[in-house]
């Protein structure tokens, strides 16, 4: 796991302009109800397809762990949600959570692509509407 966080520091390193001598975070791989549990509590939402989530509380990474670390979508996940890690540890202000998704879905296409010819064509409605902040906040 350590060569696969320092290859994927290295990566967001050269493809953005964040400082990544940090220290690597600690990632937590789990079943996706766990996760579910973990991050909502006891309000899961039914149609609930979370697949990771980086938490600013403890500096930690949480993973569904059902694809091998092999795996390029396992790994496009760690990235992203090292991303978060990064965007914090480098301490990036946003005006509300959301818009930390906003740089994190297209680097996470560009990494797919260059890195495993993978092409991610995310739903750019839905990606719009979780990377902007609610109205109101400015």
Known sequence: MKELLVALMLWIGANTNYNVDLSLPEIIRM???????HYFGNSTPKDSDIHGFYSIKDKKIYIRGEYPLTHPWAQSLI???LLHYIQ???NVSFLCVAEMERETWPLQQKYLKEVHNFDWDYDKLWYLLISTCPSGIN
């Not at 079943?31 to 549990?37: C, I, N, Q, T, V």
């Open 31 to 37: 079943d996706k109800a766990p996760l579910e549990f």
């Open 88 to 90: 914090d540890m480098n």
């Open 79 to 81: 990235l992203h949600e």
